[in-house]
């Protein structure tokens, strides 16, 4: 197959990747000669196509949009969206915009050409390689869990599994189920298991639980007064951190009410049963869920070699430092205040584009 060439490609088709898609169409950008979005998924939503059933965006629709367009109303309780109407408002913003994604396509290597800096990039994909003025990674960390090393971690007779990998709270009824971590996913994983099963919930640090009515809007709002002293020199107000983790949803906060959000501090090894603690105590246990988080899917940028500062890429703004040709959108803050939220992300992807 020929090498097709294209001004910006921009890797992976969730709402990052859509969201730049959405700028550079706007920008008058051409679709495929002039930008093309490839995505290993066989189909559209990103990671919100792969999260459990159960789960609830932490905003409810009009704090959890994309640029453009609004995601519909969600007539549910009190207004937090389940994966399937966020995945549904991805497939129709995609569609509704035109934008050109090719799936499936996965992206196994971004180099150099001929070590040319002024040239392309060559991109290697499983449909043949492109060469791209410019690349765009939005490839997110759903395809990367993150799961801790605790001894005896091999031996446990019971099932073990990443949250990435939690389908729904009815094969543990009736069991005894451990659930690590103390972010969001642990907060709503625990909150269903806990009515059907018999948990306990170990953090690394006590949990930090937001007030009731602080939801994703509250958070947004944060980062952006955060982003507006850090860059008027002002005094760095902690951002979200400073606030708390765990947004209550109604299922969350349904467990609270039940008493099941008690927090246990980290075990210090797991056994064939369950798990231990230094002072001797133990749990029995069927299951362990990791909601242990996630890295960021960078795998096909390693032949660029690229140098990592502060525990991540190295970026000014999107932009790798080693490698001008190269931007990066999604993934964490390090990439834009928000940037790896769905109301957050069209910021970081109009700038970028507006840079380009
Ligand atoms: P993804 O959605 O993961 O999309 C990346 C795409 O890139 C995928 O389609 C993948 O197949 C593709 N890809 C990966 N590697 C390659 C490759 N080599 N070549 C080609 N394609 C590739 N955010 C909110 O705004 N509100 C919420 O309520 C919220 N709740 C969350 C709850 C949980 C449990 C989690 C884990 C996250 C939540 N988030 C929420 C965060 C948000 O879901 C993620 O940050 C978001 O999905 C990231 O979008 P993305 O486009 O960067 O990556």
New binding site residues.
Partial sequence: MSTRQVDVLV????????AVGYYLRRAGYRPEDQYVL????DRP?????R?WPS?????PPEY?SLPGWRMPAWGGDPG?PPAAH?RDYLTAYERRYELPVHRP????TVRRENDDPAGPLRVS?TDGDYLAGVVVS??????RPFVPTYPGQGDFAGRQLH?AEYTGPQEYAGGRVVVVGGG??AA?VLAEVSAVASTTWVTQRPPKFLPDDVD?RALFMVATARRRALESGGTDTGGVAALGDIVMVPVVREARERGALRAEPMFERVTRDGVAWADGREQAADAIIWCTG?RP?L??LAPLGLRYADGHLAVLGTQAVDEPRLHL???GDWTGPAS??????GRTARDLVASL
């Fill in positions: 890797v992976g088709g969730g709402q990052a990747g859509l490839l995505d290993a998924a939503g990103g990671a919100w196509a999260m789960l609830r965006a932490f905003s959890s937090f966020v396509v996965r992206v196994r994909t939005c490839t997110g960390t759903w395809s949250a969001n996913s709503q994703g996630f899917e795998r096909h959108v999604g993934y790896a939220t769905l109301i957050g992300v």
